[in-house]
């Protein structure tokens, strides 16, 4: 199984960027898919998933409002669009895979399987 992060890089407080998350050596279709990320010396949080058929999308309350996640089974893709960056959303993101049942979704780390590489997102004042 891989999961293949990409669409990172830096850019200024307000601005958006999209992070796309290619999977392969798995039946797409059969995984909810979660965002996650890492700032330096904190620990790995959730930022949004999305169930199987993606009718059912948590947020954190942090980037509520301001994060999409979306997911296309045919291309075995989730996306991250993040509008309204701030300073504060600087982190390592993480995609991940979760074997669930239909719209059973999960946010703590430890119920996902398997984890992207991460891809890096540096948000300046």
């Known amino acids: 199984v891989q999961l293949q992060a990409s669409g990172g890089g830096a850019v200024q407080a307000g601005g958006s960027l999209r992070l796309s998350c290619v999977a392969s050596?798995?039946?797409?279709?059969?995984?909810?898919m979660g965002w996650f990320r890492q700032a330096p010396g904190k620990e790995r949080e959730f930022v949004a998933a999305i169930s199987r058929s993606g009718g059912n999308t948590p947020y954190a309350d942090s980037v509520k409002g301001r994060f999409t996640i979306s997911r296309e089974n045919d291309k075995k893709t989730v996306y991250l669009q993040m509008n309204g960056l701030k300073p504060e959303d600087t982190a390592i993101y993480y995609c991940a895979a979760d074997r669930t049942i239909l719209s059973n979704i999960h946010t703590a780390p430890d119920e996902y399987e398997h984890w992207g590489q991460g891809t890096l997102v540096t948000v300046s004042s």
């Open positions: 050596g798995l039946t797409f279709m059969y995984y909810s």
